[in-house]
Nanobody, 127 residues
Framework: QVQLVESGGGLVQPGGSLRLSCEASTFTLDTYAIGWFRQAPGKEREVVSCSSKSGDYTYSADFVQGRFRTSRDNAKKTVFLDLARLGPADNATYYC????????????????????WGQGTQVTVSS
């Protein structure tokens, strides 16, 4: 059974940074699009970013405003989400998700398009 294991969340002060990691335990990543989503209490899950199977295409939601960056190391089966200039609005549980893909330049931007999910990692921004 395929699994995605996330790590890197935690408590950070406003303006701080975190690196989230998402490691695939049982499959290679070079045939999968990867999405990062987040969900705050009482809110819908929303897309943060995604990357194509090759990593040549990435997408970021408007609220990211250049603060977050997704990257991937297919050889290590790991995808990263670097968070910077965090603020209280970024408090949420962050999830990575994977979906088989045939596109080098494109990735799904809705949660329902992904079938494999990580367990989530909590990001708390507080002074």
């Amino acid at each position: 059974q395929v699994q995605l294991v996330e790590s890197g969340g935690g408590l950070v002060q406003p303006g701080g940074s975190l690196r989230l990691s998402c490691e695939a335990s049982t499959f290679t990543l070079d045939t999968y699009a990867i999405g990062w989503f987040r969900q705050a209490p009482g809110k819908e899950r929303e897309v943060v970013s995604c990357s194509s199977k090759s990593g040549d295409y990435t997408y970021s939601a408007d609220f990211v405003q250049g603060r977050f960056r997704t990257s991937r190391d297919n050889a290590k089966k790991t995808v990263f989400l670097d968070l910077a200039r965090l603020g209280p609005a970024d408090n949420a549980t962050y999830y990575c998700a994977a979906e088989p893909s045939t596109f080098n330049y494109g990735c799904p931007k809705i949660a329902s398009a992904y079938t494999t999910w990580g367990q989530g990692t909590q990001v708390t921004v507080s002074s």
